[in-house]
């Protein structure tokens, strides 16, 4: 048989075929239609005078996707495990409230597609993740997460013939920079702090006083103006003394 959909000016603007149904195999077919809002007809016929039955239509409205908001945490530190996102389709009654999760970078995070558990990495950075309507709205919205450097480890010192003071510690993927802090309190009251640039992992300061110095370090990674820091890690001391 056939079936067909006309306007409000009784034209029809669509038809379909309904192939190889009988009695003794009867079959479903769904068809779907993208319409303006209005007044439709459908009609239904046979394909000749010796193809008729019994059939029933069933019609619902679909109603697509308009809008996608992410809810969750923008921010967190590299390392730190997972959490979950939480994307709310609009309107309410959408027919197909189902997404997918992407992320722009899995070497920062990586996102459960069907869930939007977002899991962190040990590389610090900015990621953002999708979240794309599984209907035929093409809607999607972007989440940006910003992964902060996590706690280096207490840091390498010595003292260095000439009264200079080398400072070593770890490196920390994704990172801008590291900043050095020194004074001569364990409090760091005072502390001369000097940055660092990724590329690098030790520091050598020259012309010490014949002191005790406690150093302690920390990373940071900028995006545009904003800086994002690192706690600083335990301080460890040494005496200047030659």
């Known amino acids: 048989s056939y ?27 769904v ?3 993208t319409l303006n809002p209005g007044l439709y007809y459908i009609k239904i016929y046979p394909y000749n005078d010796s193809h008729t039955g019994k059939y029933t239509l069933k019609y619902a409205e679909k109603i697509l996707t308009q809008k996608i908001t992410i809810s969750g945490r923008k921010q967190v530190v590299a390392g ?9 389709v609009s309107p309410s009654n959408t027919t197909d409230k189902t997404v997918k999760w992407t992320s722009g970078d899995t070497s920062i995070a990586w996102v459960d597609s069907s869930t939007g558990k977002v ?15 599984q209907d035929e709205s093409n809607r999607a919205s972007v989440y940006t997460i910003v992964v902060t450097p996590k706690r280096l480890d ?6 260095s013939w000439g009264r200079k003071l ?10 801008t920079g590291y900043e050095v802090q020194y004074a001569t309190n364990s409090k760091f009251k005072g502390a001369v702090t000097k940055k660092v640039s990724s590329g690098h ?10 002191k005790r110095y406690y150093v302690r370090v920390r990373a940071f990674y900028k995006s ?4 994002y820091r690192g706690p600083w890690s335990s301080g460890k001391s040494v005496k200047i003394t030659h």
């Open 31 to 33: 068809y779907e239609e």
């Open 119 to 133: 899991t962190v990495y040990n590389k610090a950075g900015k990621v953002k993740i999708t979240a794309s309507a």
């Open 166 to 175: 080398y400072v070593s510690w770890g490196y920390h993927t994704g990172v």
């Open 3 to 29: 079936m067909e959909v006309w306007n409000s000016d009784k034209i029809s603007i669509s038809k379909k075929n309904v192939y190889s149904a009988s009695k003794t195999n009867p079959k479903t077919y």
């Open 80 to 88: 730190a495990g997972s959490f979950n996102l939480k994307a709310s």
């Open 154 to 159: 207490r840091p390498y010192v010595s003292n």
């Open 201 to 210: 992992t030790n520091r050598t300061f020259s012309k010490m006083a014949k």
């Open 224 to 227: 545009g103006p904003k800086v």
